[in-house]
């Protein structure tokens, strides 16, 4: 079902938690000052029997001057034109504001349904403010609250009509043929081995403020869809737009910048730091942006070591290459990948310029070749035969005992990223730079370079205990 309702309203009047509300979820960063909500952000939503999405967008603020809200105003329209039905939502504390009845204006040119909520509705001193809305032309307000939940039924009540026309329109238009149905049906019984590459793949930008993301971003989906400009920290918040290349679906999220923890003490900066390293930690592969006039910093080296340490697949993007001193920046970078970065050797670099849209395909290739790394799955014959050729190359050293470290045989536990239990007799014994030494090897010979690997020695189970 694919009923689209986009929440609009001024600045600070409870959108987000709205959106959170219908979500499910904390998604949308909510905070008291106003403004927080920037870039337009869909998710799907629930409302009883009714699914749905919804599209949280920015609080309008009237500007003719190219600035950033004029671009937030620009965001706003894009998700009314996308949406079949708006939510409208005032504060009903403060009443209608001269920018409630202007943006009302504008919503009645476009020609959209429009579902008006009273938001801040828990007590009985907002009636005024509810039946102040009539001269707004959308019909009788909805006493509302979206933080406590009340008018959630009278909601549901207004979305339902629309849904059950999206639902009719739909049913018209999708009903498949005798041959579309064979071929769903061949789909689901192919190899197992090949279902990861049908599930969409959860693409994460990151990077410190101001190195071209949300550019990036636009360049991939050839759409303004983040919200862009020369003012550092634009996006605040993670924004997921749904987007497919050559054939394959990609969850493709956008993050606000990371500074150094030391220079952020804005509680606004803190959770939008919170909500990119959850965006971060939770996708499957990242990009790291760099810019190239600074490239792999201090800043940059600690993003890359917690994506690693949490089992992500990394990529690292070069951006700005069309302006930079191209012969430093390559020397510099590689010296950095050699000696600072050394948990997973290999991780692909790819420079481009999202501005320019240049290198864009080589960057997808890079983030294809290593998310299929990291679901590789290595067969139990041929990865004991290459345990036993390493074992008989460079045998483990002596346990301290003095005795010579049994390790027995070597499986593969999981995948995302690639793990692997080895049993041994004597697993304390056994030194970390022998585990090195494997993991180095087991990269070169499975092509597994760019990717986290871990390794967990196991003991055996001695069979006369008992």
Request: some cysteine.
């Amino acid at each position: 079902m694919s009923l689209k309702v986009a929440i609009i309203g001024r600045p600070n009047v409870g959108k987000s938690t709205l959106f959170n509300r219908l979500a499910g979820r904390k998604i949308a960063i909510v905070h008291d000052k106003p403004g927080v909500t920037r870039d337009r952000r869909e998710t799907a939503a629930k409302l009883q029997d009714l699914n749905f999405r919804i599209i949280d967008t920015a609080g309008y603020e009237y500007s003719n001057e190219d600035n950033l809200e004029k671009r937030m105003w620009e965001q706003t329209k894009k998700a009314i034109d996308e949406a079949d039905v708006c939510l409208f939502m005032y504060d009903a504390r403060d009443g209608l504001q001269p920018y409630d009845e202007h943006f009302a204006d504008l919503l009645r040119k476009m020609k959209k349904p429009v579902v008006l909520l009273a938001n801040k509705c828990e007590g009985k001193l907002q009636e005024d403010g509810v039946y102040e809305a009539y001269k707004l032309g959308f019909g009788e307000p909805i006493p509302f609250s979206a933080e406590h939940g009340l008018g959630v039924l009278d909601l549901y009540d207004a979305l339902k009509p629309y849904y059950e026309k999206k639902k009719e329109e739909e049913a018209r238009q999708n009903t498949p043929s005798e041959e579309e149905l064979e071929a769903l049906k061949k789909e689901d019984n192919q190899d197992e081995d090949d279902t990861y590459k049908k599930r969409p793949i959860s693409l994460a930008i990151v990077g410190r403020p101001n190195v071209g993301k949300s550019t990036l971003v636009n360049a991939l989906l050839n759409d303004e869809r983040m919200l862009t400009g020369p003012e550092a920290g634009v996006t605040r918040d993670a924004i997921t737009s749904e987007w497919s290349y050559l054939g394959r679906k990609i969850n493709l999220v956008d993050t606000a910048g990371l500074r150094k923890r030391a220079k952020v003490d804005d509680s606004l900066e803190k959770m939008s730091a919170a909500s990119t390293k959850h965006a971060a930690f939770m996708a499957q592969v990242v990009i790291l942006v760099l810019d190239a006039d600074a490239v792999l910093d201090k800043q940059d080296l600690t993003i890359a070591r917690q994506v690693l340490d949490e089992g992500r697949a990394l990529v690292i993007a070069v951006n700005k290459w069309d302006i930079a001193n191209r012969k430093e920046a390559l020397q510099k970078l590689n010296d950095k990948l050699q000696t600072s970065l050394t948990q997973a050797e290999g991780v692909p670099t790819v420079t481009i310029s999202a501005l320019k849209k240049e290198n864009l395909d080589k960057l997808m290739r890079a983030v294809f070749k290593v998310y299929d790394r990291w679901n590789v799955r290595i067969p139990t014959a041929p990865l004991n035969q290459w345990f036993a050729d390493m074992i008989d190359r460079y045998p483990p050293p002596l346990g301290k005992n003095k005795r010579r470290i049994k390790l027995r045989y070597i499986t593969q536990a999981k995948t995302r990223p690639p793990s692997f239990y080895i049993f041994s007799s004597n697993p304390e014994g056994l030194p970390d730079a022998y585990l090195r030494y494997l993991t180095n090897q087991l990269r070169e010979s499975f092509d597994l370079r760019g990717i986290p690997l871990r390794i967990t020695v196991r003991k055996t189970k001695n069979p006369y205990a008992n």
